[in-house]
């Protein structure tokens, strides 16, 4: 339904109607100018040859600078949803299963039933501020758990799963032989300091993209930090797929990386002014939602609606937003990307209110 939402948005505007998109986890901002133009010299100087499969020495040292390992435990891959898929495909197999808090981003479960395991997911709610249950958690942990998916801020939430339970989620894992995989795509440019995956060494594993906090998210290109054998399984399996990320996009990157936190201060600075006002406008409606720790979402729940029938109406008003049921058994909520100039935000906004069942 996601997708189907999206397309159907992209044909009314090509019949010319106007849709402010609120369905899109895509910024209005445009990426950075300095990371621009290190991409365009870095065409200019002749780096439009096939890279390393592992991705450009500098990037990876760079990275490997920063995350505190060494730059044979990072691997440069097509976005970080491959790198997801990547893990996925390399660490299981038929009869295993992955855990997973929900709601959650659907290309997890997407990709969990491609490489054919099971998807379990420890559902959570707007009552209890989307806090996870640390029993209920490691009843759904079993022998055939290879895997448990952590994504703090959580797309679309926009929750931080607080220090303690972070703690005691990657204890449980690992003392029943899991290993965490965390997505922290949201983690630089969150409101709230999120705990952090590699603070439990690189047994576990991160995953991380230039997307979201760079501004890049149409260069797709990512990475994911691991231990040194499975980073070389990701670097063939890069050879053989999609063999590298572009050389010239990894050089605006790693120009990125060079001014990473005023980059992240002012996606931050810009996306807090449109989360608090977002959450001063829907706090006079009858929606239930918690206070964003992190760009770009809102996940609001009303009382017996149909995400799904409201989401394919709302078009007809102009505005598309993405149906709770995308991410997970969730038919009451659904999520709304502040990925769009302040104008459009507040019209957007008037006009789902005024659309409310």
């Not at 992190?294 to 078009?315: H, M, N, T």
């Amino acid at each position: 339904m996601l997708y189907e939402i999206s397309e159907k948005a992209i044909q009314l505007e090509n019949q010319g109607k106007k849709i402010i998109k609120f369905n899109l986890g895509d910024p209005d901002l445009p990426t950075p100018p300095e990371i621009v133009e290190a991409a365009y010299q870095a065409i200019k100087q002749g780096k439009t040859k096939y890279s390393s499969a592992a991705g450009e020495k500098a990037l990876r040292e760079e990275l490997a600078n920063i995350h505190g390992v060494s730059k044979d435990n990072v691997v440069v891959t097509t976005g970080s949803k491959w790198a997801i898929y990547s893990l996925f495909s390399l660490l299981l197999k038929k009869g295993d299963n992955i855990v997973v808090p929900s709601p959650h981003w659907t290309s997890y479960e997407l990709a969990a039933k491609q490489v054919g395991v099971e998807f379990r997911v420890l559902k959570r709610d707007i009552e209890s501020d989307w806090k996870i249950d640390v029993e209920k958690f490691d009843q759904l942990i079993d022998k055939n758990t290879r895997l448990v998916l952590l994504n703090s801020p959580n797309n679309p939430t926009s929750k931080v799963i607080d220090d303690k339970t972070f703690t005691e989620l990657v204890k449980i894992a690992n003392d029943k032989g899991a290993k965490v995989l965390s997505d922290e795509v949201y983690a630089d440019i969150s409101f709230v300091k999120p705990k952090r995956i590699l603070e439990f060494g690189t047994d576990n594993m991160l995953v991380d993209g230039f997307s979201k906090s760079f501004l890049m998210t149409g260069w797709r290109i990512g990475y994911a930090v691991v231990e040194k054998e499975l980073a070389k399984k990701m670097v063939k399996l890069n050879q053989i797929t999609t063999t590298c990320v572009p050389a010239f996009i990894q050089y605006g990157a790693l120009k990125g990386l060079e001014d990473r936190k005023r980059i992240a201060d002012n996606i931050r600075t810009t996306f807090k002014v449109r989360a608090d006002a977002a959450y001063s406008v829907l706090s006079n409606t009858k929606m239930k939602f918690s206070k964003p720790d992190a760009p770009f979402y809102l996940f609001p729940k009303v009382d017996g609606l149909d995400s799904e029938r409201f989401a394919l109406d709302l078009l007809d008003s102009g505005v598309a937003v993405a149906p709770g049921t995308a991410f997970g058994d969730y038919r009451e909520y659904f999520r709304i990307a502040l990925t769009r100039p302040e104008d459009e935000i507040k019209e957007g906004l008037e006009k789902l209110c005024e659309a409310l069942p």
